[in-house]
């Protein structure tokens, strides 16, 4: 048991995990090494030691004559061995008991990593204890479409003769359930000078314990050695739950609920869950076509109200109108910048401004705008502007939704702070603004770099996230020095600065002298 958090145990939450302790922001709740990793039931081929994706060939390990494995020199990360020792006895004992043939591996990789599983019963007897109570919703899945299709699953392992013996009924459903229900999404590494990669799944045996909450309190963390740190993302009190969001949080609440009723088997009663205001952001509401200046949103009773002028509308009505814009989402060029605007001014007539189909698209947008300012030579202001204004719409809704530490938020902050940057230089440049209009920008520009910096620096070293707090760091020794040159213009032209800050308080205090 760590210091930090205790397991408890309660009906409608089954075993979850409290704070042991006064938690602050950022603080390392606890680290976990994964039970096991594998690839998705659907997976293409990949190695079986580094889980590198198999594209054209491959070799067979030389030592159980089953396993397939990278070609050529082999795996290139050296430390990578998930094709254990004890593994490869396994399966050398079953090549030479029942023929199991490097072909039936290949066809059955979906398999893999329940197969893993099973074989920890032996390998790591306590660990496996720990898995077989985590929660499985087996009676609602039994006989059901999921149940159907991991029978080729129970055909292949039993195939084996790993079962006999074994006491517990359906005991392959029930490790498949325990995957489908507790796993967490897990990078597998990258084919050289390509970048795509397999996405596996990880079962950890202390963050499956992490109760759920649409609005979370932690941050989790999965590095390129698949170890998992789990960070307070707010202030947590002694006693209190510490929960972790299972979904989207940029999704609207149908389809939150939805995810979780399909993959986790429960209807969440959280506090945006509840709120048809999804805790003011309307995130799933419509504008008003009565008052034009509400917006409306579903309630539980499935009648969609508006908030300002109480006027009702038919479900099947608003439901129509929001699948037109979803589907008109799915099929416009999403790397096209007019396409986005288009569809942003259109549906902006329709949908509340931070519904999630709007933050998609905006998203979408920064993200193009970011790519055409960084190639082209000379990006306009305007480019720069809006992609500005779509970063400062963002982020009052990541605020609410994923309050305290969140890397989409981080990741945000710092796409406003470089452009806020590069459009100030190109102001002052072009003598459009003074040395203190641009030292005013440079300072809040730093002021949102060092926010994004606070929350980037618990992300592992070597993850994406890492390598873009590495960035920033040297970005913001590089706006410290532009700032201390503009300074100094500032003064060698026999003037001071005072910040925007310094400033008010200058008015104010003489505007109360004045009174």
Same mark, same amino acid.
């Given at each position: 048991?760590?210091?930090?958090?205790?397991?408890?145990?309660?009906?409608?939450?089954?075993?979850?995990?409290?704070?042991?302790?006064?938690?602050?922001?950022?603080?390392?709740?606890?680290?976990?090494?994964?039970?096991?990793?594998?690839?998705?039931?659907?997976?293409?081929?990949?190695?079986?030691?580094?889980?590198?994706?198999?594209?054209?060939?491959?070799?067979?390990?030389?030592?159980?004559?089953?396993?397939?494995?990278?070609?050529?020199?082999?795996?290139?990360?050296?430390?990578?061995?998930?094709?254990?020792?004890?593994?490869?006895?396994?399966?050398?004992?079953?090549?030479?008991?029942?023929?199991?043939?490097?072909?039936?591996?290949?066809?059955?990789?979906?398999?893999?990593?329940?197969?893993?599983?099973?074989?920890?019963?032996?390998?790591?007897?306590?660990?496996?204890?720990?898995?077989?109570?985590?929660?499985?919703?087996?009676?609602?899945?039994?006989?059901?479409?999921?149940?159907?299709?991991?029978?080729?699953?129970?055909?292949?392992?039993?195939?084996?003769?790993?079962?006999?013996?074994?006491?517990?009924?359906?005991?392959?459903?029930?490790?498949?359930?325990?995957?489908?229900?507790?796993?967490?999404?897990?990078?597998?590494?990258?084919?050289?000078?390509?970048?795509?990669?397999?996405?596996?799944?990880?079962?950890?045996?202390?963050?499956?314990?992490?109760?759920?909450?649409?609005?979370?309190?932690?941050?989790?963390?999965?590095?390129?050695?698949?170890?998992?740190?789990?960070?307070?993302?707010?202030?947590?009190?002694?006693?209190?739950?510490?929960?972790?969001?299972?979904?989207?949080?940029?999704?609207?609440?149908?389809?939150?609920?939805?995810?979780?009723?399909?993959?986790?088997?429960?209807?969440? %009663?959280? #506090? &945006?869950?509840?709120? /048809? *205001?999804?805790?003011?952001?309307?995130?799933?509401?419509?504008? +008003?076509? @009565?008052?034009?200046?509400?917006?409306?949103?579903?309630?539980?009773?499935?009648?969609?109200?508006?908030?300002?002028?109480?006027?009702?509308?038919?479900?099947?009505?608003?439901?129509?109108?929001?699948?037109?814009?979803?589907?008109?989402?799915?099929?416009?060029?999403?790397?096209?910048?007019?396409?986005?605007?288009?569809?942003?001014?259109?549906?902006?007539?329709?949908?509340?401004?931070?519904?999630?189909?709007?933050?998609?698209?905006?998203?979408?947008?920064?993200?193009?705008?970011?790519? %055409?300012? #960084? &190639?082209?030579?000379? /990006? *306009?202001?305007?480019?720069?502007?809006?992609?500005?204004?779509? +970063?400062? @719409?963002?982020?009052?809704?990541?605020?609410?939704?994923?309050?305290?530490?969140?890397?989409?938020?981080?990741?945000?902050?710092?796409?406003?702070?470089?452009?806020?940057?590069?459009?100030?230089?190109?102001?002052?440049?072009?003598?459009?603004?003074?040395?203190?209009?641009?030292?005013?920008?440079?300072?809040?520009?730093?002021?949102?770099?060092?926010?994004?910096?606070?929350?980037?620096?618990?992300?592992?070293?070597?993850?994406?996230?890492?390598?873009?707090?590495?960035?920033?760091?040297?970005?913001?020794?590089?706006?410290?020095?532009?700032?201390?040159?503009?300074?100094?213009?500032?003064?060698?032209?026999?003037?001071?600065?005072?910040?925007?800050?310094?400033?008010?308080?200058?008015?104010?205090?003489?505007?109360?002298?004045?009174?």
């Amino acid at each position: 048991m760590s210091l930090r958090y205790q397991i408890q145990k309660s009906e409608k939450l089954g075993r979850y995990l409290v704070a042991a302790k006064d938690l602050k922001a950022g603080e390392r709740i606890f680290v976990d090494q994964a039970f096991v990793i594998g690839p998705s039931s659907d997976t293409s081929l990949l190695c079986f030691n580094c889980y590198l994706p198999l594209i054209s060939k491959f070799l067979i390990c030389k030592n159980c004559a089953v396993a397939p494995i990278c070609p050529g020199d082999g795996c290139p990360d050296a430390t990578a061995a998930w094709h254990s020792k004890s593994e490869c006895e396994t399966f050398r004992d079953l090549k030479l008991s029942i023929g199991l043939s490097p072909m039936t591996m290949v066809q059955n990789v979906g398999s893999l990593l329940v197969l893993r599983a099973l074989l920890k019963k032996q390998t790591d007897p306590q660990a496996w204890e720990e898995f077989m109570k985590l929660e499985t919703h087996l009676e609602e899945r039994r006989d059901s479409s999921v149940w159907q299709y991991y029978e080729n699953t129970v055909k292949f392992i039993s195939s084996l003769g790993l079962l006999e013996g074994v006491e517990v009924d359906n005991l392959v459903q029930k490790i498949c359930a325990a995957i489908d229900v507790n796993s967490f999404e897990v990078r597998g590494p990258p084919i050289p000078a390509i970048g795509c990669a397999e996405v596996l799944r990880g079962v950890y045996l202390a963050a499956a314990l992490l109760a759920h909450d649409c609005a979370a309190n932690t941050h989790i963390a999965i590095n390129d050695y698949n170890v998992l740190v789990c960070h307070a993302s707010t202030d947590i009190k002694k006693g209190d739950t510490i929960y972790y969001n299972y979904t989207d949080p940029l999704k609207g609440t149908s389809l939150r609920q939805q995810h979780l009723l399909v993959g986790k088997y429960f209807k969440c %009663t959280c #506090n &945006r869950c509840s709120d /048809p *205001t999804e805790m003011d952001t309307y995130m799933s509401s419509a504008v +008003c076509t @009565e008052c034009k200046t509400g917006y409306i949103s579903c309630n539980d009773d499935k009648t969609w109200t508006c908030h300002s002028c109480k006027k009702e509308f038919e479900k099947s009505s608003i439901d129509f109108k929001v699948k037109c814009c979803s589907d008109k989402l799915e099929v416009i060029n999403k790397k096209d910048e007019k396409e986005l605007e288009e569809y942003i001014k259109f549906v902006s007539l329709v949908l509340a401004p931070h519904h999630y189909l709007l933050l998609d698209a905006k998203q979408r947008l920064a993200g193009v705008l970011r790519d %055409t300012i #960084n &190639r082209e030579p000379r /990006p *306009t202001k305007k480019m720069m502007r809006r992609k500005i204004e779509l +970063c400062e @719409e963002l982020l009052p809704v990541l605020e609410k939704i994923s309050p305290g530490i969140c890397r989409t938020k981080a990741i945000t902050l710092f796409e406003l702070h470089i452009t806020m940057v590069q459009l100030a230089k190109k102001l002052f440049d072009a003598r459009e603004i003074t040395a203190s209009v641009y030292m005013d920008e440079l300072l809040s520009a730093e002021k949102h770099l060092k926010r994004s910096l606070e929350m980037l620096l618990i992300e592992p070293g070597n993850s994406p996230e890492g390598e873009l707090c590495a960035k920033a760091l040297e970005l913001y020794r590089s706006l410290k020095n532009t700032m201390g040159t503009v300074l100094d213009g500032i003064h060698a032209d026999g003037k001071t600065y005072d910040s925007v800050a310094e400033r008010e308080y200058q008015e104010s205090v003489h505007l109360t002298d004045v009174d």
